[in-house]
């Protein structure tokens, strides 16, 4: 059972930057793939990015890459999203996940979800 805390979401103007966390417990959260989505008012959740349990390989969706890095701490339990240069069209909630499989965008291969963490960005 892992269980995931988001945290660091908060309201910044359009070219500014926030770095969200996401606290997972459980003795086997290194052995998770992580993956932050996100949910615009009015819109489905889309995949954002995405860390391998090891740290070797990243990826992004194309409307993120270049801005955000995703990056992981297996000793401290948490992974990060370091958001640069903001949008207002990146105003979601921010969700991580947690997976054993290998795949990176279906919901439906993720086992456990956090809360979700509003970001807000104004122009």
């Known amino acids: 059972q892992v269980q995931l805390v988001e945290s660091g979401g908060g309201l910044v103007q359009a070219g500014g930057s926030l770095r969200l966390s996401c606290a997972a417990s459980?003795?086997?959260?290194?052995?998770?793939?992580m993956a932050w989505f996100r949910q615009a008012p009015g819109k489905e959740r889309e995949f954002v990015a995405y860390?391998?349990?090891?740290?070797?390989?990243?990826y992004y969706a194309d409307s993120v890459k270049g801005r955000f890095t995703i990056s992981r701490d297996n000793a401290k339990n948490t992974v990060y999203l370091q958001m640069n240069s903001l949008k207002p069209e990146d105003t979601a909630v921010y969700y991580c996940?947690?997976?054993?499989?290998?795949?990176?965008?279906?919901?439906?291969?993720?086992?456990?979800w956090g809360q979700g963490t509003q970001v807000t960005v104004s122009s």
């Open positions: 996940a947690a997976s054993k499989s290998g795949a990176l965008r279906p919901e439906s291969a993720y086992d456990y």
């Open positions: 459980g003795r086997t959260f290194g052995s998770y793939n």
């Open positions: 860390i391998t349990w090891s740290t070797v390989y990243t």
